[in-house]
């Protein structure tokens, strides 16, 4: 589905690009299923999505009252030979799109000659205040090494599961 889902924030150096996994001096996530992954570029590149909960068939009266479990996923892994930075935003957002609660660790760097393994973060948010309305998921980075083409770091298997844990 190439970027149609996603709004390009920042599209620097040779730009967002996708690829077939397991990629140039790169490996395969832990789940067969995914065959595709998101890289960056030397420039910074952040893909954002927002989600509108009605939308999704989540009604404010169950945001507000049970206040389901908001977790959020991403998987991010590097190339073996260059090294890249990894940054992962999310927001829970009001009606008028004001921040009721954020998760933005701090950016991970990886070094050249990493393992190149994919890594998976994640986040549950619970006991926010009422009125969330929609979601912001923001993600991406760059290469620190700042080489033409597309070695930054790689992105794949996205998701925000709302709900009780399993």
Known sequence: ???????????????????????????????????????????????????????EGYSNQLMDEKRPEITVKDWY???????????????L?????????????????????????WREISHTFQNYPAGVRHIWFQHGGQDTQFWAGWYGIRVTNSSITIGPHT
């Open 1 to 55: 589905e190439n970027f149609q889902h996603w709004t390009l924030d920042d599209n620097e150096g040779d730009e967002w690009k996708i690829e077939d996994l397991p990629g140039a001096h790169g490996t395969n996530p832990p789940d067969p299923t995914i065959h595709k992954y998101f890289v960056t570029s030397f420039g910074p590149c952040f893909k954002s999505q927002l989600i509108t909960l009605e939308k």
């Open 93 to 117: 957002l009001s009606q008028d799109y004001i921040v009721l609660e954020e998760f933005h660790p701090e950016p991970v760097f990886i070094e050249q000659w990493s393992d190149a393994k």
């Open 77 to 91: 892994a590097a190339r073996f030979d260059c090294g890249c930075q990894y940054e992962l935003t999310v927001k």
